[in-house]
T-cell receptor, first 115, second 110 residues
Framework: GAGVSQSPRYKVAKRGQDVALRCDPI?????LFWYQQALGQGPEFLTY????????KSGLPSDRFFAERPEGSVSTLKIQRTQQEDSAVYLC?????????????FGPGTRLTVL | DAKTTQPPSMDCAEGRAANLPCNHS???????VYWYRQIHSQGPQYIIH???NNETNEMASLIITEDRKSSTLILPHATLRDTAVYYC???????????FGKGTRLSVIA
């Protein structure tokens, strides 16, 4: 079966532009996570959805970051007025949402470069 | 999340066993130990998890000490494709975000 897919794989934006990053989770997966990975660092949590509900957005670095999952499947991470410090790989992960296990399946990421 | 401590890097000869240690001295009784790895330019990949018994799957073995304060991930016959950053994670119980830390960069050498 298909894994988690993300698009675009690479995005170059001029400072001040708005960008939208898409995540297609594994079909039927209830939970969806977004992470940000700066160069040379481990991924850091941004936000989390259970179906269409955004249960935790404590990791979003500023109000320029916005995420949605309106129908409980595909999710979009939007960054407004991009800044150079937003340059990173943005990873999406999905999981079944079962209470016991925490096996998350990751997509390949979107590498965002802000010039 | 319980804090984990891993060495920043390790080398292993191809074909030999790679033993990656992790300390998690503040782990609680109902918290699992998870291992993920990230190969260059890819997303993280789940490897294995355990609570208190040793676990084995097709990728690796996980040895957890009796007091659960440390664990070791074992790749029995490392190949060049196992070169990656390995993360030991102890998340809060349930379906919660992962806290990755810096991990151990494993280099498998021919």
């Amino acid at each position: 079966g298909a894994g988690v897919s993300q698009s675009p794989r690479y995005k170059v934006a001029k400072r001040g532009q708005d960008v939208a990053l898409r995540c297609d989770p594994i079909s039927g997966h209830v939970s969806l996570f977004w992470y940000q990975q700066a160069l040379g660092q481990g991924p850091e949590f941004l936000t989390y959805f259970q179906n269409e509900a955004q249960l935790d957005k404590s990791g979003l670095p500023s109000d320029r970051f916005f995420a949605e999952r309106p129908e409980g499947s595909v999710s979009t991470l939007k960054i407004q007025r991009t800044q150079q410090e937003d340059s990173a790989v943005y990873l999406c992960a999905s999981s079944t949402g079962l209470a016991v296990y925490n096996e998350q399946f990751f997509g390949p990421g979107t590498r965002l470069t802000v010039l | 999340d319980a804090k984990t401590t891993q060495p920043p890097s390790m080398d292993c000869a191809e074909g030999r066993a790679a033993n990656l240690p992790c300390n998690h001295s503040t782990i609680s009784g109902n918290e699992y130990v998870y291992w993920y790895r990230q190969i260059h330019s890819q997303g993280p990949q789940y490897i294995i998890h355990g609570l208190k018994n040793n676990e084995t799957n097709e990728m690796a073995s996980l040895i957890i000490t009796e007091d659960r304060k440390s664990s070791t991930l074992i790749l029995p016959h490392a190949t060049l494709r196992d070169t990656a950053v390995y993360y030991c994670i102890v998340p809060l119980p349930g379906n919660t975000p992962l806290v990755f830390g810096k991990g151990t960069r494993l280099s498998v050498i021919a």
